[in-house]
């Protein structure tokens, strides 16, 4: 090997050298933050797991803590996620299908929606939750802090992020099924109902799944419209009023333990129970990604 | 016709920002008319609910701004590494696993970090991992905590710029002799700077407005000072904390909530809308 080469050889040693520390320094970057959500994830299973119980799911709160469930909680809280399904299907897509196959974007009207769109997705929960208790909870609507209020907040915090989802699976379906569809002489709204909408279904209803995952853990919006937080009983109509897991859970958290009475374990239980519904939402999300994922 | 129906559909989320702005303007007039605007921006003791009350809002927004700084601090390095690791290093297989793993922790709900915060990272982290004296509520683990829940944010709107920076610069670059690292810093880094801003504008949104951390973890006294080891009140925290119980209709603290409201709401539209502004940029160079 001639000087030259060895001198190459040496420098892009030492090159080598710093570039391997950068990589590894940037991967220490991910490997915290993987951390310590891990860590997280253990410290509450190890609080929680022993209070985590058949009897738990099927009590209502209680006094003593020994007793406690989180029965009306976690009844509530299916409640609220079927009106904010209810919701937010019908008015995100109906959104998205204007958004992606009507609308004109070089009009400023349909670009002020999209700015519009982008914002409230980084709009604070709690803003939500003070309109909630402005226009729904009292105010034009005074529908009290019921699960209607409730439902409604939560879904208007969520629209954005399904109008941005449905939008995607939207526009993912070629324009070539589109202009097909047109040829064989099907109107807009045909080409839309009978090839793009089913075409798109998957993607929508992943988008909708993982906006519902997002809502479940919500605890600002409805802390300020209103929630109760010693609920003895089961909602049975959307104008009943509630408590939902994220408050139980709140109110366990901030209640002062003593000899006779320890929420900890309660509040870790019941974030266990949240996040057990977490990751059953997420796995359908994922599973209906995978099962009906189409390439073109 | 349908179309009709569908616009219908689109302007409910013009009605959502209107209802918002709306609502809180009306209670935030009258409020500022009760208490004075200058006594209200620039007052420095924060006791709505005590007699005689004082509104200065300044202790709620300079704790909002150390909270959300200290989670610049920790979510800027953290995220922008993990970005540039999965963006230039990683092989697209471990990207594909990772990145989800990366975006739970934008996924748990926040009030799971909160309990976390309370009953874990104070006692055992930060007292006795690093023997720090703090108060059992504190600012400095609402921040630190809010921290790593905006490593998402930073990390997948930079990972996605870096990404979109054409192949042929990095070509180019290693053309000319160019290490890894230096392709990374000095071409990647720069080409992909709106859309690492933008991340990072956002994620500053985002700690503002988060609530429950601060809620559960950094207490609740109104704070005008810098002491990150004591209690501290944030905007978020003081609405969270007055709504709860059933304020009347009309009364001084009912007015309040939406006069922080408002104040909380224009700083973090401001951060959006300049966020909205960065990716557009990015976008429209490269895509």
């Known amino acids: 090997m001639s000087a030259h080469s060895q001198a190459i050889a040496r420098a892009s040693g030492s090159r080598r050298a710093k570039d391997f520390a950068f990589r590894l320094g940037m991967f220490l970057c991910l490997g915290l933050a993987i951390g310590l959500l891990g860590l997280l994830l253990v410290d509450v299973a190890r609080d929680g797991a022993g209070r985590l119980t058949w009897d738990f799911v099927t009590s209502f709160t209680s006094i003593d803590t020994d007793q406690a469930g989180i029965q009306a909680a976690l009844w509530g809280t299916i409640w609220l996620m079927g009106v904010c399904a209810v919701f937010i299907v019908p008015v995100g897509v109906a959104t998205a299908i204007y958004l992606e196959e009507y609308a004109d974007d070089t009009k400023w009207w349909n670009r002020l929606i999209e700015v519009n769109i982008q914002n409230l997705a980084a709009v604070p929960s709690i803003v939500y939750g003070i309109l909630g208790l402005a226009f729904l909870v009292r105010g034009p609507l005074s529908l009290g802090p019921v699960i209607l209020a409730g439902g409604l907040t939560l879904g208007l915090l969520v629209l954005p992020v399904v109008i941005i989802s449905a939008r995607e699976a939207i526009r993912a379906v070629p324009p070539s099924i589109r202009e097909g569809s047109m040829a064989l002489g099907a109107t807009q709204w045909q080409t839309i109902r009978r090839q793009v909408l089913p075409a798109a279904i998957p993607g929508i209803a992943t988008g909708v799944i993982l906006s519902l995952a997002r809502a479940i853990g919500e605890t600002a919006p409805l802390i300020v419209i209103g929630a109760a937080t010693v609920v003895a009983f089961n909602p049975t109509s959307v104008n009943d009023a509630f408590t939902a897991m994220p408050i139980q859970i709140f109110d366990w958290i901030t209640r002062p333990s003593n000899d006779t009475n320890n929420y900890a374990p309660l509040a870790a239980a019941g974030i266990l129970l949240l996040m057990i519904l977490l990751l059953l939402m997420n796995s359908v999300a994922i599973w209906l990604r995978n099962r009906y994922e189409q390439k073109w | ?287």
């Open chain 2, 1 to 287: 016709m349908i179309k009709g129906l569908l616009m219908l559909a689109a302007l409910i989320s013009i009605l959502t920002t209107t209802g918002i702005v709306l609502s809180l303007i009306e209670e935030t007039i009258v409020f500022l008319g009760d208490v004075g605007i200058g006594d209200f921006l620039f007052g420095t003791e924060w006791s709505p609910l005590f007699e005689p009350p004082s509104f200065g809002v300044l202790p709620l927004v300079t704790g909002t701004l150390l909270i959300s700084l200290v989670a610049m601090l920790v979510a800027t390095p953290l995220g922008l590494g993990a970005a540039i690791y999965l963006a230039e290093y990683a092989r697209p297989g471990v990207r594909k696993t990772i990145k989800p793993i990366l975006e739970l922790l934008a996924g748990v709900p926040t009030i799971v970090f909160g309990y976390f915060a309370l009953t874990f990272f104070t006692p055992e982290i930060l007292r006795s991992l690093f023997s720090l004296d703090v108060a059992i509520f504190n600012g400095l683990v609402g921040g630190i905590i809010i921290g790593f829940l905006i490593i998402p944010t930073v990390a997948s709107i930079s990972e996605d710029s870096m990404s979109a920076v054409p192949q042929s610069l990095r070509e180019g670059a290693f053309g000319l002799g160019a290490a890894k690292l230096q392709v990374t810093m000095r071409v990647v880094f720069p080409a992909a700077l709106s859309g690492i801003v933008a991340s990072l504008v956002l994620a500053m949104s985002r700690a503002v407005g988060e609530t429950m951390v601060v809620v559960i973890a950094s207490g609740l006294v109104p704070q005008w000072g810098a002491n990150l080891g004591d209690a501290m009140e944030t905007m978020t925290a003081f609405i969270a904390t007055t709504a709860k119980g059933d304020i009347a209709t009309g009364s001084t603290a009912y007015k309040t909530i939406f006069a922080v409201g408002m104040t909380l709401f224009v700083i973090t539209l401001i951060m959006n809308l300049l966020s909205i502004r960065f990716v557009r940029k990015y976008r429209q160079v490269y895509e």
